[in-house]
């Protein structure tokens, strides 16, 4: 690419410096649009080139020329937008730049394993072609591998800060020569509290170290621990940019009570044309209730929550990705780092608390490209969450609702908000009380239903033949035959 520039462009070229970076320079960073032009180690760029990727996201066009600079980086972005990419990229390069040694170069703290494990993944499949050696630290696994790990040189170190504090209290880990400290989704590292630890971490690296800090929010609470951390940040703030209605379509639904809401989820399962989604819960044990009700009607289903030990929480991810578990019900920790593209749907369960977590949500779908569907219950008591998802996201939502599965309550703060049913486009008045209604629920959960059928992107090979049900994949296509005589699930409710 040609680049035609001002007199005014090159005086703020270094002239003290022959060989710098012209991609860093602040006119220059909003121009790049191929990865080529970031003048990353070819081996790097023969593997982003194999994956099929030739255009930066905004967060990895934003940042990456700051980070090869050598700046300390602070930047706030959505998830789905590539973020990770952001930091792995630059600190391969860094890596194939320096002289291995016996000591780890870079580390990459973050608070989950599920999202270290993604991590680690990423850097194997943008570093395949570089001799690169990773150690994966994560609490939940068996110490004999990292111990394993750890015996052998390492250039990058993924870890969870409590796990890594172990190899440190046991003098397994060196961390003087590490050139760069990486802070994944540090937001959720304070709200976990480890924060304190990351600290300590931080102050057995070398002064001289170049740190980037990712987050999807950065609050006062955080801005106090940048200034502890990092040398004259860079700020890059994507978070705030809207999300793309023809990505994700949002919809929202009032519930009265836990059985209303039991019905609603029964009616999206029946009439819904899901291939996979994620379905949220606030509590573990209401996340083991709903997938074993999801299992008693036939439906390929597994939870996903803290209490699980990680071999099988691996096992239950690598299901979903195989298209052996069509819905996951998970906890926010949990779900941290599933990036599984063909995620049809989210299904908010249970309201986020806060409205960081609903964008992180939602953000499981409609990923690489693809379109998704996020479905939200909202009780009336959740209504002030709800106000501040869409002060947080900046739009209003529009209340949907099922015929014959209205609410009985009247959300007063939003009686100006136009309320359509269910695939119409006219407003319609406001819920009114009606004394005389009666949930009609099973005492039992969901009510099993037959006669389901959902659609698969093309290229999926579908779900495995069940003894209950059959079903003939084809074209991309996967349905289930109607059995006779299916009984209803729910009953649409008396006016």
Do not use: W
């Given at each position: ?12 070229i ?55 600079a ?10 789905g ?6 930091f ?6 860094k ?20 999202l ?61 020569s590490?050139?760069m400290?990486?802070l ?7 709200d ?15 002064p ?23 040398k004259n940040?860079?700020?890059?703030n ?11 379509k949002q ?17 999206f ?12 819960s ?13 299992c ?33 019900v ?18 908010n369960?249970d ?5 960081e ?27 002030k969450?709800?106000h ?5 996201v900046g ?13 009985r309550?009247r ?11 269910k ?5 319609r ?26 659609e ?5 090979g579908?779900?495995?033949k069940?003894?209950?049900r059959?079903?003939?994949p ?12 299916k ?9």
């Open positions: 690419m040609t680049y035609i520039l001002t007199p005014a462009m090159v005086r703020s270094p002239s003290h410096d022959a060989n710098a970076d012209l991609c860093s320079l602040p006119f220059l960073r909003n121009m790049i649009v191929t990865f080529a032009q970031l003048n990353l180690n070819p081996n790097i760029f023969k593997a982003i080139d194999i994956c099929g990727y030739t255009k930066p996201t905004p967060i990895q066009a934003r940042s990456i020329p700051d980070i090869l050598g700046k300390d980086l602070v930047a706030s972005a959505q998830t937008t590539g973020k990770t990419a952001a792995i990229l630059p600190a391969l390069h890596v194939s730049l320096g002289k291995s040694t016996q000591k780890p170069r870079i580390l990459i703290l973050t608070p989950t394993r599920e270290a494990n993604q991590i680690t993944d990423a850097v194997g499949k943008y570093g395949k072609f570089m001799q690169c050696r990773v150690a994966s630290l994560v609490g939940g696994m068996p110490y004999r591998q990292q111990l394993r790990k750890l015996s052998k040189p390492v250039d990058i170190i993924v870890a969870t800060p409590g796990r890594l504090m172990d190899h440190m209290s046991n003098h397994r880990l060196d961390l003087s590490i050139e400290l990486i994944d989704e540090a937001d959720r590292m304070l976990m509290g480890f924060i304190d630890d990351v600290k300590d971490i931080a102050k057995m690296t070398p001289s170290r170049q740190t980037l800090l990712f987050s999807a929010t950065v609050d006062d609470r955080l801005s106090q621990v940048i200034r502890n951390l990092l940040p860079i700020h890059i994507l978070s705030h940019e809207k999300m793309s209605p023809a990505q994700i919809e929202f639904y009032m519930v009265d009570n836990a059985k209303h809401k039991e019905q609603l989820l029964q009616y399962l029946d009439n819904e044309k899901v291939f996979k989604a994620i379905i949220f606030a509590t573990k044990s209401n996340a083991d209730k709903l997938a074993r009700d999801l008693n009607q036939d439906f390929p289903a597994a939870a996903l929550h803290g209490d699980l030990k990680q071999s099988l929480r691996n096992r239950t991810i690598d299901q979903l990705k195989r298209g052996k578990i069509q819905f996951l998970a906890t926010d920790v949990a779900a941290r780092g599933i990036d599984i593209n063909d995620i049809t749907h989210v299904i369960y309201l986020p608390k806060f409205s977590d609903y964008v992180h949500r939602i953000g499981r779908t409609g990923r690489a490209g693809k379109t998704g569907i996020a479905i939200s219950f909202s009780t009336f008591a959740e209504a969450h709800l501040k998802i869409e002060r947080y739009q209003k939502f529009s209340l949907s609702t099922v015929p014959g599965l209205e609410p309550q959300l007063q703060s939003r009686s100006d908000h136009s309320q359509g049913k695939n119409e486009g006219k407003p008045g406001d819920f009114k009380q009606k004394s005389d209604r009666k949930y009609r629920a099973s005492e039992g959960g969901f009510k099993k239903r037959e006669g389901r059928s959902f698969a992107p093309k290229g999926s579908g779900f495995k069940r003894s209950k059959s079903f003939k084809s074209n991309g296509q996967v349905d289930f035959k109607h059995r006779e005589n009984s209803a699930s729910f009953k649409k409710r008396d006016n």
